[in-house]
Structure formats: structure tokens, C-alpha cells
């Protein structure tokens, strides 16, 4: 499976961005994710979801962040509103077989990334 980030930008504070994530191959029994890194940080989790929609967010995106994924489609998205600066990163989505987690090292498929910039 290969995975294919894009959507990043550069947006004002408050405003919105939407992240798409196309797989190679099939998915749709897979757990997806996004992670994000910012300069001089850890990978840290975003949003999960896995083969029957269950979703989980991290507390720093809950409320704003909204992941989704269309399984004919192997793909998988991420509805960002209300944008911080805090949340300027690369963004990347993964993929696992199996269930959900948070834990990036859990995860057997990355995308490339794409860079999500927040201006104040």
C-alpha cells in the first residue's frame, strides 16, 4: 500500500483546510490516520479512524478537526477548521492493518506529507 498526502497550504488563522490521503491499494479494512510534526518536534497524533468509521482525536484538535474516508475510494480525509497557528506542521497520514492507535510506530504505511502553514 502506498499513500499519497495533499491538500496542505497556507492559510490565516480561523480559517479552514481539507487534507485528502489516496491509497495505492485497498483499504477499507485498514486503520487510517493522521500525524503531524512541527519544526523541532516529535510526531505527534492527530485523528484516527478505523474500518467501521470509529474515530478518535487528540484533545489539542477535538471539536475543530473532522477525519473521514471513503472506502471505494481508499481514501481518507481531514476537515481541519478554526486553525491555529499551533497547528502549522507537515502533516501526514498512515495507514495500518487492523484496528486504531495512536502510537505512529504502530503504523506499517506513511505518506510523503504535506505542509499545513497557519499565519496569525
Known amino acids: 500500500v502506498q499513500l499519497q498526502a495533499f491538500g496542505g497550504g497556507l492559510v490565516q488563522a480561523g480559517g479552514c483546510l481539507r487534507l485528502?490521503?489516496?491509497?495505492?491499494?485497498?483499504?477499507?479494512?485498514?486503520?487510517m490516520a493522521w500525524f503531524r510534526q512541527a519544526p523541532g518536534k516529535e510526531r505527534e497524533f492527530v485523528a484516527v479512524i478505523n474500518w467501521s468509521a470509529s474515530t478518535s482525536y487528540a484533545d489539542s484538535v477535538k471539536g475543530r478537526f473532522t477525519i473521514s474516508r471513503d472506502n471505494a475510494k481508499n481514501s481518507a480525509y481531514l476537515q481541519m477548521n478554526s486553525l491555529k497557528p499551533e497547528d502549522t506542521a507537515v502533516y501526514y497520514c498512515?495507514?495500518?492493518?487492523?484496528?486504531?492507535?495512536?502510537?505512529?510506530?504502530?503504523?506499517?504505511?506513511w505518506g510523503q506529507g504535506t505542509q499545513v502553514t497557519v499565519s496569525s
Open positions: 498512515a495507514a495500518r492493518t487492523g484496528g486504531w492507535a495512536i502510537d505512529p510506530g504502530e503504523y506499517d504505511y
Open positions: 485528502s490521503c489516496e491509497a495505492s491499494g485497498r483499504t477499507f479494512n485498514y486503520g
